[in-house]
């Protein structure tokens, strides 16, 4: 049970963001801006970093969704975003994406841990600064997220068909439009 | 050791990150504006104490001295934000505040330690529902900060004056950028000593 009462017993952080729009609105919108506007990353590249940052978290519910929204995205690479939560260094993503998840997964643990090592090794696959600093700002942001769900023991459902659902509406729809409180989905109806 | 990608080399910390890429910046200000700045029943002392000691333990230099020197203007006393990081359960705030407190440590180190006792310790010495959400939630983006900031290896100043004004800005101005963005902070100098 969440540790705060939230609005119509809503799943994981829109619970959450139904119960302080104030809060909610912001941080659908660095969502927005992180994981769907403009980025030398692709939205599947991006939502792969999401889950493995959430996957390292423990964070069941981020890791089961934007897993979710990866594969919906990724299309006929839909296997990657699995391979990565097994194992990033053996799955079969490009020599930079492997770089720049092992900089998620050291700021994950503490930013203090990327070297400038780890920053030279991802830009001689190909990173740019911008690459770079969209997985520190993605691996930093579930590092909130994560923590903002767990934290207040947001509900979490067990049926991966949930999960499959929320995955498509993320990547078909973003998350702009998910303001709380007036958040809809396919298979709700708006209010 | 310098930052890991170029940012405006006149600015400090997250003030870089944040110039860096706007469309980002501008709903982290704004989260972090509404937590720390908005209406709430916890003073924006006790919400700078909040940021402090979670930018404390994660060893976060800029963002503990900042956020320190934020609670410390506040408060008109150094005393207390000192205490909460050395010791949350003899620092001199409030049954509420210490519960509080003792929850943004939890969540520091993951959402996941969290319990159903923790919180309704903290119900039983006052705090509400809104409370213990913004406590959570504070912590939280403070872990994205020390991340953020870390993360990219920011400049850290040495100076401490550079804190002093800093804290002055987040405490009368706010977290919203400045029109045309934030004034340079760091000398030519400054730079090369860094």
Do not use: W
């Amino acid at each position: 049970m969440p540790h705060i009462p939230v609005p119509d017993d809503l799943p994981g952080i829109r619970g959450l963001m139904a119960f302080r729009p104030e809060t909610g609105r912001p941080l659908s919108e660095l969502a927005e801006a992180l994981l769907v506007s403009e980025s030398p990353l692709s939205r599947g590249e991006r939502e792969t970093i999401a889950a493995y940052v959430s996957h390292l978290n423990a964070c069941r519910f981020c890791r089961d969704s934007h897993a979710a929204a990866a594969r919906h995205l990724l299309g006929t690479q839909c296997d990657l975003v699995d391979a990565v939560l097994v194992d990033p260094a053996a799955a079969p993503a490009s020599a930079k994406l492997r770089a720049l998840l092992a900089i998620a997964a050291k700021v994950q643990a503490s930013g203090r841990l990327v070297t400038a090592d780890d920053v030279a090794a991802a830009r001689a696959e190909g990173a740019t600064d911008r690459d770079v600093h969209d997985t520190v700002l993605i691996a930093a942001a579930f590092s909130m997220f994560n923590r903002y769900v767990d934290g207040l023991a947001a509900l979490t459902p067990d049926d991966p068909a949930a999960y499959a659902e929320m995955g498509r509406r993320m990547g078909d729809n973003g998350y702009a439009a998910r303001r709380a409180g007036t958040a809809a989905s396919a298979s709700e109806p708006a209010r | 050791m310098s930052p890991h990608i170029a940012v405006r080399p006149d600015l400090a910390g997250i003030t870089s990150l944040l110039e860096y890429r706007l469309d980002t910046a501008q709903p982290i200000r704004e989260l972090t504006q509404v937590l720390l700045r908005g209406p709430s029943t916890l003073t924006e002392g006790e919400r700078e104490l909040i940021a402090a000691l979670v930018s404390h333990r994660n060893a976060c230099r800029f963002c503990a001295t900042a956020h320190t020197a934020a609670a410390a203007l506040l408060l008109g006393e150094c005393e207390t934000v000192d205490a909460v990081k050395r010791d949350v359960a003899a620092a001199p705030v409030s049954d509420r505040m210490k519960a509080l407190l003792g929850i943004a440590a939890k969540v520091q180190a993951s959402g996941r330690l969290v319990t159903a006792d923790d919180v309704a310790a903290a119900r039983a010495a006052g705090a509400t529902d809104v409370e213990i959400h913004d406590t959570v939630l504070i912590a939280a983006l403070f872990c994205l900060y020390n991340r953020y900031v870390d993360g990219l290896a920011s400049l850290t100043p040495d100076d401490p004056a550079y804190y002093r004004t800093l804290a002055d800005r987040i405490v009368h101005r706010g977290y919203t950028r400045p029109p045309g963005g934030p004034p340079s902070a760091i000398t030519a100098a400054a730079q090369n000593d860094a």
